[in-house]
């Protein structure tokens, strides 16, 4: 019963929505459970393994390891040899830093051997683990979760999050493909395309979100040049780019884009804060002086300051942690091992913080400035 | 001088001038913050201590730190705080399985030449730290979102006593999903800044969509990112229902 009037409340809508969801989620698993002729590689899957070896081993620092090896017979799930079983060795540690233990079920990517002999069977080596469902799952939770949690507003998110990514995408295919364009300029439009997009797809079209969008550009912008400033006249003191992966560009430009883009969602949640709580107050009560929305909009800034730089600076340094403790497990010092490691991360989150606590003052005066010409206006 | 002094002691003084007192504490926060993170690392490089045990009890001396040092003990931190460590033994929970089974932990192909000085058999189950990792990058959203959603309860609270359980829990979700666009914004573009280098290195190397989904650094970056939002989302209805309960217990005694 209770489930029948639930569906009738339902409009035609978000019935279709829902089915259109579900289609979705049912193609998308079946897919990756079956999608093996589609790659080039070959994948086999693990039916059977066997332990054939465990050695206790300790390293040059005293760290005490175990080593065991896997002889593992697994199917093959594409190409020409689909069906035949493939024969593999696995070596892997108990920590597992770059080795894996495979289970049953496991589907890995592998290398044939050139066979000799027609008869044998097949030999090959692991190349790699097919990790595509996991994403895919982890996806869907978050998707469903959103949904579920957030409603409409759960679905404005993830719509907003896919827009930045497929942007972010074309953003760097445009600096790679083109020679000449600065990363920092293809950046700073990117920032406000970003801006404008998640801030119009949250908020909606008003003087709120046209306020906030004004305030996370001034104090993105304003940030950008402290941090440069600062960088400039320091002559990057500190700073450890050696340390600093995936480097095939100029490392510093890679790295001040990443900043900017980095503490920009940061930036946009305190001006949106901002706005829409000064709004919220001048539309209560039309004739509040501008001397009450200053002192009120400063106790909104106060109380998110310390938790806006914290989220950031938790997000960035966690990263590292995987680093640090190889490191001081190989008896790098303590001092050396965080300034290599956490140096841009650090920096990264100070700049970060110093965009949020700017745009603060920033968002309040846009803000103010806003609801002045709406006065003037009215 | 140090470029870190040089933007630690402009985001001191900015934090100063905007916030005063309280601008202050926020900033000596990030530094306790720090310590406690620093010490848990060091403490699990121990063999025998476990990474997730270690982790449940930073992310409890962070939320303490985030809530009640700068925001002070009350009825709404409290609640705040005992959502946020709810949620938090449950976003592990399924963390541990996701990183168990996706194989994400450690470090990738892409890493090697970087880890290639350093022996890696040194007795420290990766797969638990890499829980470790997805939680404490999403700790401090978890906890602003806490007291993002508490704060208002309590004051409605106080303006409308008589306000039942439900009614209130119902306001808590409708204020979080106010929130929720902002804070997976902002979650989503801290992981997009920290690997821009990462996605430049798969463009420049074309690497094809199947190796990069498959690649360990990626789908890790990804399964981060996700738990990350399903975390934000989660904190939402377990505040909502902590502090409701809460309230509408100690005011109806």
């Known amino acids: 019963m209770v489930w029948k009037d639930k569906l009738k409340k339902m409009s035609q809508k978000q019935i279709l929505l829902y089915a259109l969801i579900g289609i979705c989620l049912a193609a998308s698993v079946l897919f990756v459970h079956y999608n093996h002729p589609f790659y080039d590689r070959p994948i086999a899957k693990v039916i059977k393994i066997e332990l054939t070896d465990t050695t206790k081993v300790t390293d040059m620092h005293e760290n005490e390891d175990r080593l065991f090896t896997q002889r593992i017979i697994a199917q093959l799930k594409n190409g020409d040899q689909k069906g035949r079983l493939i024969h593999l060795t696995n070596q892997y540690s108990s920590s597992k830093a770059y080795d894996q233990q495979y289970r049953v079920g496991d589907e890995l990517f592998v290398s044939i051997d050139a066979n000799r002999n027609e008869n044998s069977h097949l030999t090959g080596t692991i190349q790699g683990v097919k990790r595509d469902k996991y994403v895919l799952m982890a996806a869907w939770v978050f998707i469903l979760t959103l949904l579920l949690i957030g409603k409409k507003q759960g679905l404005l998110s993830i719509i907003s999050l896919a827009v930045n990514s497929i942007l972010l995408s074309y953003a760097l295919d445009v600096y790679l493909h083109t020679s000449g364009i600065s990363l920092l300029i293809i950046c700073g439009i990117s920032i406000i395309l970003f801006t404008t997009i998640s801030l119009l797809l949250v908020n909606g079209f008003n003087e709120k979100t046209y306020a906030a969008i004004v305030a996370t550009l001034l104090g993105t912008f304003m940030s950008l040049l402290i941090t440069y400033l600062v960088m400039q006249f320091t002559s990057e003191q500190g700073l450890r780019y050696e340390e600093m992966q995936f480097v095939t560009r100029p490392y510093k430009v890679v790295f001040m884009a990443g900043v900017f883009i980095g503490s920009l969602g940061a930036v946009m949640d305190v001006a949106i804060t901002m706005s829409s709580s000064i709004f919220g107050l001048y539309e209560k009560n039309n004739n509040i002086s501008i001397k009450a929305l200053k002192a009120s909009g400063m106790e909104i800034g106060k109380d998110i300051m310390g938790t806006m730089t914290n989220i950031l600076f938790f997000a960035y340094i966690s990263g590292s942690i995987p680093m640090l403790i190889l490191y001081l497990k190989n008896a790098s010092p303590l001092m050396f091992t965080l300034s290599m490691n956490l140096s841009l991360e650090l920096a990264r989150a100070l700049a970060g913080g110093i965009g949020i606590v700017m745009t603060i003052p920033i968002g309040l005066y846009t803000t103010i400035f806003f609801i002045k010409r709406k006065r003037a206006r009215a | ?253």
């Open chain 2, 1 to 253: 001088m140090n470029t870190l002094f040089w933007l630690g002691t402009i985001l001191f003084i900015l934090m100063v001038l905007v916030g005063g007192k309280k601008g202050a504490r926020s900033f000596l926060a990030i530094f306790f913050n720090f310590g406690v993170l620093i010490l848990t690392i060091l403490i699990m490089l121990i063999p025998k201590a476990d990474p997730i045990i270690l982790t449940l009890i930073a992310s409890t001396l962070i939320s303490c730190i985030s809530l009640f040092y700068i925001n002070g003990v009350s009825t709404k931190t409290i609640t705040a705080f005992i959502s946020s460590i709810a949620t938090v033994v449950i976003l592990l929970f399924f963390i541990v399985i996701v990183t168990e089974n996706a194989m994400i932990q450690g470090f990738g192909e892409e890493e090697a030449e970087g880890i290639s000085a350093f022996s890696l058999y040194i007795g420290i189950d990766f797969v638990k730290i890499g829980a470790s990792v997805i939680i404490m990058s999403t700790i401090g959203a978890i906890t602003d979102t806490a007291i993002a959603i508490s704060s208002p309860m309590r004051e409605i609270f106080h303006h409308h006593p008589s306000i039942s359980r439900k009614d209130l829990f119902a306001f808590g979700l409708r204020m979080g999903r106010d929130l929720l666009g902002t804070s997976t914004n902002t979650l989503f573009f801290a992981f997009f800044g920290s690997y821009l280098a990462l996605l430049i290195w798969f463009k420049d190397l074309s690497y094809s969509i199947d190796q990069i989904v498959n690649s360990k650094i990626f789908s890790a970056e990804m399964i981060a990112i996700f738990f990350a939002g399903i975390g934000v989302a989660s904190t939402i209805p377990i505040t909502s229902w902590v502090t409701a309960y809460f309230l509408v217990k100690k005011g109806r005694k």
